[in-house]
């Protein structure tokens, strides 16, 4: 049984409760490094890691100064938990880089009154009915890291004015194929925000550990709707069929391309193929833990999803 959703997706806190208005991966660790490595972060530790792993190389020099300009002016920065699901690895890297779909879906489930429109082939614009609006635009996108930009505003009652935020997110994420040909998705996501006025910055400096975890809440929770499609498409093809049918709210194109993926995923599944498929190549050149953390998903027990029956889990409102 899913619950309600409220107004925002997991990258909500993000943009609206750290000062605007990210869509997107568990089991138990043996070791403390492991552990660790699961956990939410703030620590300059995290920070110069992810910076490190940005794809500087990659980007286009547009893209190079919105993130420098970021960089050089966070307000908050947050590793939000390491997230692992099972989930196929094709349909996980569609929804992450179509999250219009994502947000579609919930419409069409009533779950959610946010709104995602695709402005173009890299851009989309984001409204909610609690004063969030902005733009999220993906700078460079690979089969295992999605680095966006957002720029919104917020002029809802929390901060009693209007509050501009623009940030940094990237997500990395590594994919293995178990045994019995199930693939567990494990994703990272760092955030750099920069949050104007001032005074809307200390505030979210005050109470980021707060909204910190009502963020990584939305993250889990968004990732595990993910792998509730994922185990849908593979169990009840003709009722994701009629799910596709059902998103307006995107385009023709991506509307087809999500119900042909659905079909393959249910075909893929009832011939798995057993073994590895990568180890991270983005996520763990400099993180063992993360490598780590990938090799106990494969031995441990992870929760099975359930498939989409009504609604889906319900990320927290900002607080």
């Given at each position: 049984?899913?619950?309600?959703?409220?107004?925002?997706?997991?990258?909500?806190?993000?943009?609206?409760?750290?000062?605007?208005?990210?869509?997107?991966?568990?089991?138990?660790?043996?070791?403390?490094?492991?552990?660790?490595?699961?956990?939410?972060?703030?620590?300059?530790?995290?920070?110069?890691?992810?910076?490190?792993?940005?794809?500087?190389?990659?980007?286009?020099?547009?893209?190079?100064?919105?993130?420098?300009?970021?960089?050089?002016?966070?307000?908050?920065?947050?590793?939000?938990?390491?997230?692992?699901?099972?989930?196929?690895?094709?349909?996980?890297?569609?929804?992450?880089?179509?999250?219009?779909?994502v947000?579609?879906?919930?419409?069409?489930?009533?779950?959610?009154?946010?709104?995602?429109?695709?402005?173009?082939?890299?851009?989309?614009?984001?409204?909610?009915?609690?004063?969030?609006?902005?733009t999220?635009?993906?700078?460079?996108?690979?089969?295992?890291?999605?680095?966006?930009?957002?720029?919104?505003?917020?002029?809802?009652?929390?901060?009693?004015?209007?509050?501009?935020?623009?940030?940094?997110?990237?997500?990395?994420?590594?994919?293995?194929?178990?045994?019995?040909?199930?693939?567990?998705?494990?994703?990272?996501?760092d955030?750099?925000?920069?949050?104007?006025?001032?005074?809307?910055?200390?505030?979210?400096?005050?109470?980021?550990?707060?909204?910190?975890?009502v963020?990584?809440?939305?993250?889990?929770?968004?990732?595990?709707?993910?792998?509730?499609l994922?185990?849908?498409?593979?169990?009840?093809?003709?009722?994701?069929?009629?799910?596709?049918?059902?998103?307006?709210?995107?385009?023709?194109?991506?509307?087809?391309?999500?119900a042909?993926?659905?079909?393959?995923?249910?075909?893929?599944?009832?011939?798995?193929?057993p073994?590895?498929?990568?180890?991270?190549?983005?996520?763990?050149?400099?993180?063992?833990?993360?490598?780590?953390?990938?090799?106990?998903?494969?031995?441990?027990?992870?929760?099975e999803?359930?498939?989409?029956?009504?609604?889906?889990?319900?990320?927290?409102?900002?607080?």
């Open positions: 049984m899913l619950r309600h959703l409220g107004s925002r997706p997991w990258f909500a806190p993000c943009l609206a409760a750290l000062a605007l208005a990210a869509t997107t991966l568990t089991s138990t660790a043996r070791s403390q490094v492991a552990g660790d490595a699961k956990k939410a972060s703030t620590s300059p530790a995290s920070r110069r890691e992810a910076i490190q792993a940005i794809p500087v190389d990659r980007l286009s020099p547009e893209a190079w100064a919105k993130v420098k300009w970021v960089l050089d002016h966070t307000s908050v920065y947050r590793r939000l938990p390491l997230r692992v699901v099972i989930c196929d690895a094709e349909l996980y890297r569609f929804l992450v880089q179509h999250p219009d779909v947000v579609n879906i919930w419409q069409a489930l009533g779950v959610s009154h946010l709104a995602m429109r695709q402005m173009d082939s890299d851009t989309y614009q984001v409204d909610d009915d609690a004063g969030t609006s902005g999220l635009q993906f700078l460079y996108r690979s089969p295992d890291l999605q680095l966006i930009y957002v720029d919104g505003r917020y002029t809802g009652r929390m901060f009693g004015h209007h509050v501009r935020g623009r940030g940094v997110m990237m997500l990395r994420s590594g994919f293995v194929r178990d045994e019995a040909g199930r693939i567990f998705v494990t994703s990272r996501l955030a750099f925000m920069n949050i104007e006025p001032e005074s809307a910055e200390f505030l979210s400096k005050t109470f980021q550990p707060l909204v910190g975890k963020a990584d809440y939305n993250f889990v929770q968004a990732a595990d709707f993910v792998g509730s994922s185990r849908t498409a593979e169990v009840n093809p003709p009722g994701m069929q009629r799910l596709a049918g059902r998103l307006e709210k995107v385009s023709p194109e991506v509307r087809r391309q999500f042909q993926l659905a079909e393959q995923v249910a075909q893929r599944s009832a011939h798995p193929r073994g590895q498929v990568s180890y991270f190549s983005e996520i763990a050149e400099s993180d063992e833990a993360t490598l780590h953390e990938a090799r106990v998903a494969r031995r441990q027990t992870v929760a999803p359930s498939p989409v029956t009504g609604t889906s889990p319900s990320p927290r409102r900002d607080p």
